[in-house]
Antibody, heavy 122, light 112 residues
């Protein structure tokens, strides 16, 4: 059974760096064909894809946020960490991590964490 | 603004059929990339509903079906039930500078 759980601060100040951790179980990020991604959702708004990391350490970032994002993995701890620099109130959102997989040509998120709400305010 | 456009809302009475469109372009759906659909019940995390255009994960009722044609995709819900009231999002890959893995703008389904 695959589970994912996000953790991190609930409140950050503008200009600070946000660090979120996704702790997962039920799969290994050293297994071929597996990935973990981050998605966010501002209150009352749509989902926005942020970043992905694959089992082979390949990484992908949203072009609009690429300069601010870093995604890393710790296979031994079953964790994926996302950092976002220079936080702004518009970054207030629920941040989700999700299991990234494929059985066809293309990839998709088949299992999601419950999300963590991050508020950016001074 | 997302490169995948969905109607903000659709509604239907219990038992009816509703469809949600996901309109893209030649750099995403029209380029042959798969479309996936997610259901987000109020106050919960999204859940995978359809993958690879028309495949249902185990446990998803066959009332939900997906299709793709040209630069658009659709999600159909037949025999609408009260528990289907939720937000629905499509997702695909985009090869332009707009983004790699993009979500649609989202559609709120209301059961009358």
């Amino acid at each position: 059974q695959i589970t994912l759980k996000e953790s991190g601060p609930t409140l950050v100040k503008p200009t600070q760096t946000l660090t979120l951790t996704c702790t997962f179980s039920g799969f290994s990020l050293s297994t071929s064909g597996v990935g973990v991604g981050w998605i966010r959702q501002p209150p009352g708004k749509a989902l926005e894809w942020l970043a992905l990391i694959y089992w082979n350490d390949d990484k992908r970032y949203s072009p609009s946020l690429k300069s601010r994002l870093t995604i890393t993995k710790d296979t031994s701890k079953n964790q994926v960490v996302l950092t976002m620099t220079n936080m702004d109130p518009v970054d207030t959102a629920t941040y989700y991590c999700a299991h990234w997989t494929t059985v066809t040509r293309d990839w998709y998120f088949d299992l999601w964490g419950r999300g963590t709400l991050v508020t950016v305010s001074s | 603004q997302s490169v995948l456009t969905q109607p903000p809302s659709v509604s239907g009475a219990p038992g009816q059929r509703v469809t949600i469109s996901c309109t893209g372009s030649s750099s995403n759906i029209g380029a042959g990339y798969d479309v996936h659909w997610y259901q987000q019940l109020p106050g919960t995390a999204p859940k995978l509903l359809i993958y690879g255009n028309s495949n249902r994960p185990s446990g998803v009722p066959d009332r939900f079906s997906g299709s793709k044609s040209g630069t658009s995709a659709s999600l159909a819900i037949t025999g609408l039930q009260a528990e289907d009231e939720a937000d629905y999002y499509c997702q695909s890959y985009d090869s332009s500078l707009s983004g790699l893995y993009v979500f649609g703008t989202g559609t709120k389904v209301t059961v009358l």
